[in-house]
Structures are given as structure tokens and as C-alpha cells.
């Protein structure tokens, strides 16, 4: 797996082990940039992650549901996902109010006996992160007062 950091390798075994070795976790989230940029290291840890864990999978990708279909990956992610959310970002069609969505053209697609503890709600949620250096990690769609505020810390 590779990272859009100059430098910066996680062999995908070691990534595998170090989720499965986080505790009092329900299950991962696989974003990107676009992860599909690198399907097969991606499917091979979904593979993996639905094979020795419990965890549950939920995939953010840009491609549409066709694009999936056309590009040969979309029964694979069927049965290795318990959520997709699939669409392209649009800033013209941004919407904060869609509890993991961010523009109102994204869709989220649970799988059949999947998901059910994952549901969807119309509330925004943004978790903010204060690292011990003082760094910020920002993760969900903050509204436009929310980021000037971030902006002054």
C-alpha cells in the first residue's frame, strides 16, 4: 500500500497486522485519496480483513456504482464490504447534513446482511483530533463557521 507522503510504505501484511492488533475496534474504513487507484492491494486486505476478524468494512470510493460494474470490481466489493459509498465529491452540491456524505450527488449502498448497526442518520458529525504535537486531524464535513474556528487554533 502506498501513501501520497513522498517515502511513506506500509507493506500491506504489516498494514493487516497492525489493524488486527487495535483493540476495541468494530471495524475499518478504507478512504483515500482513491483507494481503488490500487484495487488489488485493497481487495486483498478486505479479503483478509473479512477472513480472520469480525471487523466491519466500510469503502469510500469516488467511481459510481457503473464505473465499479465496468471496471470488473463490483461483485468482489459486494461481498467483501458492509457499506460503500460511492460518488465523486461535488463542491457545488456539498451538503453537511448527510451523516458520512459529503455532496448530495454521493450514495451510500449497505449490502444485503450488512450494515444494519450501521445506519445512516441526518446528523452531521465532525471528530476533531489534537495530537500530542499539536497537530489537528479533522474528520467529518465541518461547516464553514467550524473551519474558521480550526483555523484560529
Same mark, same amino acid.
Given at each position: 500500500?502506498?501513501?501520497?507522503?513522498?517515502?511513506?510504505?506500509?507493506?500491506?501484511?504489516?498494514?493487516?497486522?497492525?489493524?488486527?492488533?487495535?483493540?476495541?475496534? +468494530? *471495524?475499518?474504513?478504507?478512504? #483515500?485519496? +482513491?483507494? &481503488?487507484?490500487?484495487?488489488?492491494?485493497? @481487495?486483498? &486486505?478486505?479479503?483478509?480483513?473479512?477472513?480472520?476478524? =469480525?471487523?466491519?468494512?466500510? &469503502?469510500?470510493? *469516488?467511481?459510481?456504482?457503473?464505473?465499479?460494474?465496468?471496471? #470488473?470490481?463490483?461483485?468482489?466489493?459486494?461481498?467483501?464490504?458492509?457499506? @460503500?459509498?460511492? *460518488?465523486?465529491?461535488?463542491?457545488?452540491?456539498? =451538503?453537511?447534513?448527510?451523516?458520512? &456524505? #459529503?455532496?448530495?450527488?454521493?450514495?451510500?449502498?449497505?449490502? +444485503?446482511?450488512? *450494515? +444494519?448497526?450501521?445506519?445512516?442518520?441526518?446528523?452531521?458529525?465532525?471528530?476533531? @483530533?489534537?495530537?500530542?504535537?499539536?497537530?489537528?486531524?479533522?474528520?467529518?464535513?465541518?461547516?464553514?463557521?467550524?473551519?474558521?474556528?480550526?483555523?484560529?487554533?
Amino acid at each position: 500500500m502506498w501513501s501520497f507522503k513522498p517515502k511513506t510504505l506500509i507493506h500491506r501484511d504489516e498494514l493487516l497486522a497492525r489493524i488486527l492488533a487495535t483493540h476495541d475496534i +468494530e *471495524g475499518i474504513t478504507v478512504l #483515500g485519496g +482513491e483507494p &481503488l487507484q490500487q484495487a488489488d492491494n485493497v @481487495i486483498w &486486505l478486505l479479503n483478509r480483513i473479512k477472513k480472520d476478524s =469480525n471487523l466491519s468494512t466500510f &469503502l469510500y470510493t *469516488g467511481y459510481e456504482k457503473q464505473e465499479l460494474h465496468t471496471m #470488473g470490481l463490483w461483485d468482489e466489493l459486494n461481498t467483501l464490504c458492509d457499506i @460503500i459509498a460511492v *460518488g465523486r465529491y461535488k463542491q457545488e452540491d456539498r =451538503n453537511i447534513n448527510r451523516q458520512w &456524505l #459529503g455532496s448530495d450527488n454521493q450514495a451510500l449502498i449497505y449490502f +444485503e446482511g450488512s *450494515g +444494519e448497526n450501521m445506519l445512516q442518520s441526518d446528523q452531521n458529525e465532525v471528530e476533531i @483530533i489534537i495530537h500530542p504535537d499539536g497537530a489537528l486531524t479533522v474528520l467529518g464535513f465541518p461547516d464553514t463557521e467550524m473551519v474558521d474556528l480550526i483555523q484560529q487554533i
